[in-house]
Nanobody
Framework: VQLQASGGGLVQAGGSLRVSCAPS????????VGWFRQAPGKEREFVAA????????YYADSVKGRFVISRDSRKNTVYLQMNDLKPEDTAAYYC????????????????????WGQGTQVTVSS
């Protein structure tokens, strides 16, 4: 399964943007999907994740209350709605699939994810 992120762009601070993640195969091959981001000169970091079947969600503290992750099983797509964007949210955003659960929960560690695709750039201007 390859996951493709799309929907990035340029937005002003305080604005909103929704990015999408669609697979080349079927989503049921993964336990869940996570969003990660990487800013220039920084390490890739966890943003949000969702369990594909149960819909349970996970968020990084830095985006909690501003970002919402969701999935549409009919469209086989995961979304990340980003509200009240800040310049520090500027990064390349990647989605990734994790095949297994860990202790009944999803991992927030990017090294545990099995499927990756190309990212989509989100730029927030001040």
């Amino acid at each position: 399964v390859q996951l493709q992120a799309s929907g990035g762009g340029l937005v002003q601070a305080g604005g909103s943007l929704r990015v999408s993640c669609a697979p080349s195969g079927r989503m049921f091959a993964v336990y869940g999907v996570g969003w990660f981001r990487q800013a220039p000169g920084k390490e890739r970091e966890f943003v949000a994740a969702i369990e594909w079947r149960a819909g349970r969600t996970y968020y990084a503290d830095s985006v909690k209350g501003r970002f919402v992750i969701s999935r549409d099983s009919r469209k086989n797509t995961v979304y990340l709605q980003m509200n009240d964007l800040k310049p520090e949210d500027t990064a390349a955003y990647y989605c990734a699939g994790d095949r297994v659960t860990r202790g009944g929960r999803m991992s927030l560690n990017l090294d545990d994810y099995d499927y990756w695709g190309q990212g989509t750039q989100v730029t927030v201007s001040s």
